[in-house]
């Protein structure tokens, strides 16, 4: 079935500095989710991309899903601590959702 | 609060009990799903209803796993049975039925259950 895989798996930044987390498919995706998890909080939904290299922004947050429609990417620009968690990136056909591992962000003020 | 509730928040059981919990979805949503999450991992689909109907089961899930949607409102989550590698956080969550709307999912708080 799908699969998402995410790298790195953490990633631990100066307060400021830029982060991006990526996930590949080996297989072509019809959407691909962006989620963030708190410590101790549950997923959140950040943003849905269904077309063939869309970028969305989000403030300080940019997401790109590649034009062969196999990989996303989430950069988030001079990082804050409020940006601490874990971003996960799942896709979906019927609203299933396979979910990857997750990337683990730690900012270090 | 209008977002989705879960009950109990937490659970300790012994090995070989029965559990239930209970998820209530955003009201308007007639989508409601059910996952599972371990420690490091992300969360893990086991199934999902629309309204009453229960669409999808994952093949990874017991028999010891039932869920029910009696009246296409609430939710509950059964596992009989347990055994020590149910222990995980049991996410609830809920999206309208439409795409691309049934791809972006409110999740529960989770209610984390520890079999001992």
């Known amino acids: 079935g799908q699969q998402v895989m995410q790298i790195p798996q953490y990633q631990h930044v100066q307060e400021g500095e830029d982060f991006t987390t990526y996930c590949n498919s080996s297989?072509?995706?019809?959407?691909i989710q962006w989620y963030k998890q708190r410590p101790g909080g549950h997923p959140v939904f950040l943003i849905q991309?269904?077309?063939?290299?869309e970028v969305k922004k989000q403030k300080r947050l940019t997401f790109q899903f590649g034009e062969a429609k196999k990989n996303s990417s989430l950069h988030i620009t001079a990082t804050q601590t409020t940006d601490v968690g874990t971003y996960f990136c799942a896709t979906g056909n019927t609203g299933k959702l396979i979910f990857g591992q997750g990337t683990t962000l730690q900012v270090k003020p | 609060d209008t977002g989705v509730s879960q009950d109990p928040r937490h659970k300790i059981t012994k090995r070989g009990q029965n559990v239930t919990f209970r998820c209530d979805p955003i009201?308007?949503?007639?989508?409601l799903y059910w996952y599972r999450q371990t420690l490091g991992q992300g969360p893990e689909f086991l199934t999902y209803?629309?309204?009453?109907?229960?669409?999808?089961k994952s093949r990874l899930l017991s028999d010891r796993f039932s869920a029910e949607r009696p009246k296409g409102s609430f939710s509950t989550l059964e596992i009989q049975r347990t055994e020590q590698g149910d222990s995980a956080m049991y996410l609830c969550?809920?999206?309208?039925?439409?795409?691309?709307?049934?791809?972006?999912?409110?999740f529960g708080p989770g209610t984390r259950l520890t079999v001992l």
């Open positions: 297989t072509t995706l019809s959407n």
């Open positions: 969550a809920s999206s309208g039925d439409h795409w691309p709307s049934y791809n972006e999912q409110f």
């Open positions: 991309l269904v077309k063939s290299g």
């Open positions: 009201s308007e949503h007639n989508r």
């Open positions: 209803f629309q309204n009453e109907a229960q669409l999808e």
